[in-house]
């Protein structure tokens, strides 16, 4: 029967009944086809379901092909679900997903540590979203603490395909603003040091 | 409304959760929770919100939304204040945290050292500025919703873990553990004291937070900080920081009180 | 935003994420197309997802219409699911869980209520898993809101002969709390009340 089905068709039909990534593997298990006929295929998709062409779009996240809804259409899918769009996340939130993302796998602690401040609750409100997880031990530390991983989910919501799909840590602050910092503590009395933590950004009142 | 409360149970002794049973029926509309203030309350201390995320300021502003024509009672008022003050301190602690445990609070941290933990923050910070645009960019991304179910059997659900969440579900509004907070020494108040007189002395002058703080505990200064930006809200001073990680400066308020 | 999107590309999307078929005010309603122009947009949208042409077809059935893979690729689609693992269920979705047991049936007000967070994300997750369904309507709170139980899968998930068959909400949870979620769920929304009322009195809460 499914000789029938063109490739295209056949992976169309697989990602349309799946709500994750598929890893090409599966892709390839699922459908039977080989690994050049499957990569030509997503090719083609690729164009059927651009967000020019289409409200249903190819994306490749976590490992895997997706296809989802054009985020043009948001709004409209939203009104159909009753739905609003989740609150975004806050100003700690994305830190503490920046620390695990570029330092992790990591524990609380590191976490806290970098960031200043206690950072529990920002942790326990992206295990409880998904976005975090929490994968082995740290056996070397005092308490073998549970170290702290980004999720597949977060890849997807991030729309990453995979860990390095970001920008590397040297890359994001320029050397100026370094230097500006180097250059301010430099001058600063050691007791100043209370004072420029509590500048936290994330103290607003 | 106490009084009935105080009814509600065999352990409702109002002095064993006063703020909660005054302030029950206030409940609050914020971005990281919305529900009874009590509710809130619990979660911050068992830190299942942080601390940093609750804007004190909209708190107070929606107290005082909440009895505009004063049918507040003066108990319910001075509970509110009375737990505000906590959170505000709450904030303090936070800011002064130290996760290892390790560190002499009265001993200054190395420039050397300093410098390395500010660097690495910042490129957090810039990081954390990064995914949240990449975040926002994908957000309106929605999977197929014509997946087939897995087949009975293969999904499990784990009973300990019900039972562990139906506690949890269940219990949001417990008296949470307090204990791990240790006690705290120091008053909002005080330093909002410290602060007015030395903007006084000032004589109109600005005063810069590091000479404010310049021999304080880490505590202290943190709690000064909480101080200063208290007083910043309600008009008494203003606050200004030209640049990240730039020196902090307290302008008297041209009104002063 | 969505004024950007051609019509077909909403409808499209619209239906790529409603499990059943879609009838035509509610398409409008979420689109906010005119329906002349969903008439049309209907008509191309055949040919794209014609069944010689793709992996996806567009049928109409039960009243509406619905995206529906093609049953040449139907083999494909078998494979996937037997080889796609589940993911586990968050915390969040625990909870929801844990509520619907014990409140159950219940509305989704009433599980916010006792949570302090929107459920509605999660609750969606556990009805497309098969988890929870909805079985009937509050017909007493306004707008009627749907009822939450929990499924029979639910019941072979958690290995349970039955609903009594997990330990009593008493003997998780302190009395003087269970006091405190009712006096919430009693003061709550009208449709939040819909939750207690359902229940027996002399139910587990």
Known sequence: MSAAARPAALIEAVLFASPHPVPLPTLLSATGLAEGESRRALEDLKGRYSPEASGIVLREAAGGYQLATNPLCAEAVERLREEARPAPLSGAAHEVLACVLYL??????????????????????????????????????????????????????????????????????????LARVRERLASATPEANAGVRANDPGADL | ??????????????????????????????????????????????DEVEIFEVPL???????????????????????FVDSATSLVLLKGRALAFDPE???????????????????????????????????????????????????????????????????????????????????????????????????VEANGNPVRFEDLVRGMDRLRAAVAFTAALSLASEGSLTLRQTEPFGPLTLDPAARTK
């Not at chain 2, 109002?14 to 009590?38: I, K, M, Q, W």
């Open chain 1, 104 to 177: 992790g796998p990591t524990t609380r602690a590191a976490v806290s540590t970098v960031r200043g401040v206690n950072s529990d609750a920002a942790v326990r409100g992206l295990l409880e979203r998904g976005l975090l997880a929490e994968k082995g031990r740290d056996l070397e530390s005092p308490g073998a603490p549970a170290l702290l991983d980004v999720t597949d989910d977060f890849l997807i919501a991030a729309g990453a395909k995979n860990r390095d799909d970001f920008p590397s840590l040297e890359t994001l602050v320029d050397e100026t603003e």
């Open chain 2, 1 to 46: 409304m106490s009084d009935e409360a105080s009814g509600a149970g065999p352990q409702a002794d109002p002095r064993a959760n006063p703020r909660a049973r005054a302030l029950e029926g206030f409940t609050v509309e914020l971005d990281v929770y919305s529900g009874p203030y009590e509710g809130l309350l619990a979660l911050i201390l068992r």
């Open chain 2, 57 to 79: 300021r909209e708190l107070v502003a929606l107290y005082a939304d909440e009895n505009p024509s004063g049918t507040s009672t003066l108990e319910r008022d001075t509970d």
């Open chain 2, 101 to 199: 445990g390790e560190e002499d609070p009265e001993e200054p941290l190395s420039p050397r050292e300093l410098e390395r933990r500010l660097v690495g923050y910042l490129k957090i910070k810039r990081a954390a500025e990064l995914l949240n645009e990449r975040l926002r960019e994908n957000a309106g991304f929605y999977p197929s919703a014509h997946f087939l179910p897995p087949r009975p059997g293969k999904l499990r659900v784990d009973r300990k873990k019900l039972a562990a969440a139906a506690k949890r579900a269940f219990s949001r509004t417990a008296e949470p553990e307090t204990r791990h907070l240790g006690p705290i020494t120091v008053t909002v108040g005080e330093l909002a004291a410290l602060i007015r007189s030395s903007l």
